[in-house]
């Protein structure tokens, strides 16, 4: 997958097929802010999740976060800070619960 200029999501290198679930966990998200998408590799997991966030940027601020780099769980707070533009300070998971807090809801994959 590429990143695209114009949306903060990767932009898919094959044409997606929409799959049942994606109606599910768009019906998941009028209720809950985090939904956690879990199977075996290679089953389309990410693929489907970034498709949920393509039709839900209209009503989420929606960034992709990639964590395959990240080592420690400590740093999550701050890699999906910087996604959102925001540089993290000396308490990083505060700052994102402060963030989270606000009025318009986001997502972040």
């Excluded at 599910?24 to 209720?31: E, G, I, N, V």
């Excluded at 498709?51 to 999550?76: H, K």
């Excluded at 800070?81 to 009025?103: C, D, H, N, V």
């Amino acid at each position: 997958m590429q990143h695209s200029k114009a949306s903060p999501l990767p932009v898919p290198l094959h044409r997606f097929i929409q799959r049942p679930e994606q109606a599910l966990l768009l019906d998941y998200l009028q209720d809950n802010r985090l939904i956690t998408v879990v199977g075996y590799g290679g089953a389309g997991k990410s693929r489907l999740a970034l498709e949920v966030a393509r039709e839900c940027q209209d009503s989420f601020e929606v960034r992709f976060v990639a964590l395959e780099a990240i080592l420690e769980p400590a740093d999550v707070p701050s890699a999906i800070l910087r996604a959102f533009g925001e540089e993290p300070k000396s308490e990083p998971l505060e700052q994102l619960k402060t963030r989270i807090g606000q009025e318009k809801p986001f997502a972040a994959g």
